[in-house]
């Protein structure tokens, strides 16, 4: 069966590259997907043309010349409107889920009241939204659990109202494969402390309590440079593209459980990014993250534009407006 999959695929191959002679059309990039991978976007009804704008972007920098499906996650139904809408806007598969249960909810051992009580107290951005909350806890824990993921092997995450700058002329999921690199990103901000309080010292007692999880090789010093308390840098998981194992392995599960009774998603507001970063930066050895320097990309509030930008990729971004390459965290990196 594989083998005649193949010779199809082949055969496809063989018509298109015909085809695309015929009528002169130097193909960039081989029309063949390899690897098992997926984008995949938690979204609202409402995100819908934030969404296809993403796709629009996606699908002209990119995807066009792989197809690689969508995957689309929410915890309301998607509406008819929604669905036609992404779907109209690539020739890839399109699946739409919907999240629930355990998945979009308090766990038992969260007390709802102080919760609602931070809610009201708290200043920091979206310290009054429930919502936020269970994304983050969502996008931390759950994503990678949803069962329109399962053996999906690598995932691209896209949300609303973002930009892709430049052409993306290589496949990066196959070059994540083809390296063995787990965790991809693009930028890193660093975090509203307020938000985090109390993560460092429950990542301390995580690690205290499961020192066989760690890497021996582990790049902490990335998130924490005297292990004593956290300096809030995070890789921006608007943006990011991980092999999927990662957070169905055993250690990230029990990460995960550990900060969710914690508590911290529900009486702070814990963030997905600095979990993800976190536990890349205690799981993982640096050589198997890598930084995508060369995708120009923004996302409300930051961008990133290549250095070389008029030279590559035929970016529409001006790299004296996008910083993004001169945070404190992103040339951190460089450094450990
Ligand atoms: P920000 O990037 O931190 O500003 O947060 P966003 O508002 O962009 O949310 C992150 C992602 O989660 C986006 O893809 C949103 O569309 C999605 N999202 C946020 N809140 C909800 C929600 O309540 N329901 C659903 N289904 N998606 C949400
Ligand atoms: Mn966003």
Redesign the pocket.
Known sequence: YLLLRDSVEDIELQNLNLWQKVNNIKPKAPVKKRVNGAFV????NS?LFGMRKTMRQIEDRFNKNYNYPYIF????PFTDEFKKGVQDMTKANVTFGL?EGEAWDYPSYVDKEKAAEVRKTASYM?AGSE??R??CRF?SGYFYRHPLLDGLEYYWRI??DVEYFCDIDYDPFEYMKENKLVYGWNMAPGEYMATVATLWDSVLKFMDKYPQHIEPENFIKYVSEDGKKYNGCHFWT?FEIADLSFYRSKKYEDFFDFLDREGGFFYERW?DAPVHTIAAAIFLKKEQVHYFGDIGYY??AMGFCPANSDKIGKCVCDPSKHRGIDYECRKKWDTI
């Open positions: 976007s938690l979204t609202r995100d996650l929410n915890d309301k999240v979206h919502s936020y269970f994304m996008q949300e609303p608007n963030g996302h409300p």
